[in-house]
T-cell receptor, first 113, second 114 residues
Framework: DQQVKQNSPSLSVQEGRISILNCDYT??????FLWYKKYPAEGPTFLIS?????DKNEDGRFTVFLNKSAKHLSLHIVPSQPGDSAVYFC????????????FGTGTQLKVEL | NAGVMQNPRHLVRRRGQEARLRCSPM?????VYWYRQLPEEGLKFMVY????????ESGMPKERFSAEFPKEGPSILRIQQVVRGDSAAYFC????????????FGPGTRLTVT
């Protein structure tokens, strides 16, 4: 049961343009979402998060939008840079003692010169 | 300010051998999570531990897998009698409390079973 879904396995964007990565979820109990970035042979690195009481959170070039009614969130990167090329995972914590994360399958972003 | 450390980074085992993966959380963090990433998949939760306690092992396979986080020393994920299907990247993450949503990941251990 894939409760967090990233339906686009890959995305290619030109340097300087906007990258939009999408994520859908099915569990209406999720109330917090995180985006992680992962380079090959490294662990995921926390990028940005959003609470369900907000619909937008911005941090520099990165903005996450949350549409609760559609159970959809997106990560916008603008302007995209070659160093942004990585796999991006969205994740949601499940409570009930600790906050184990449920991850999507990831989207491979490639920013081309 | 050291991050989460995992060793070994790469581990090769033959079928039937044991694999031991170690994780030292960030300084000041006493909550450890283990995740597994199979090829072409996202990370899947395995187990959540605090010092000397297993809090949630709902993601652990029922057999051959065990985890511990002793009072002193790193957290250990142990896989007995490894099979080819255990080949994966195993990531450890730590957080400062059970109410903290952000987890900080180590570089992972890539286990290959031949």
């Amino acid at each position: 049961d894939q409760q967090v879904k990233q339906n686009s396995p890959s995305l290619s964007v030109q340097e300087g343009r906007i990258s939009i990565l999408n994520c859908d979820y099915t569990n209406s109990m999720f109330d917090y979402f995180l985006w992680y970035k992962k380079y090959p042979a490294e662990g995921p690195t926390f990028l940005i998060s959003i609470s369900s009481i907000k619909d937008k959170n911005e941090d520099g070039r990165f903005t996450v939008f949350l549409n609760k009614s559609a159970k959809h969130l997106s990560l916008h990167i603008v302007p995209s840079q070659p160093g942004d090329s990585a796999v991006y995972f969205c994740a949601a914590p499940r409570g009930g003692g600790g906050n184990k994360l449920t991850f999507g399958t990831g989207t491979q972003l490639k920013v081309e010169l | 300010n050291a991050g989460v450390m995992q060793n070994p980074r790469h581990l090769v085992r033959r079928r039937g051998q044991e694999a031991r993966l170690r994780c030292s959380p960030m300084k000041g963090h006493s909550h450890v999570y283990w995740y597994r990433q199979l090829p072409e998949e996202g990370l899947k939760f395995m187990v959540y531990l605090q010092k000397e306690n297993i809090i949630d092992e709902s993601g652990m396979p029922k057999e051959r897998f065990s985890a511990e986080f002793p009072k002193e020393g790193p957290s250990i994920l142990r896989i007995q009698q490894v099979v080819r299907g255990d080949s994966a990247a195993y990531f450890c993450a730590s957080s400062p409390s059970d109410s903290s949503y952000e987890q900080y990941f180590g570089p992972g251990t890539r286990l290959t079973v031949t």
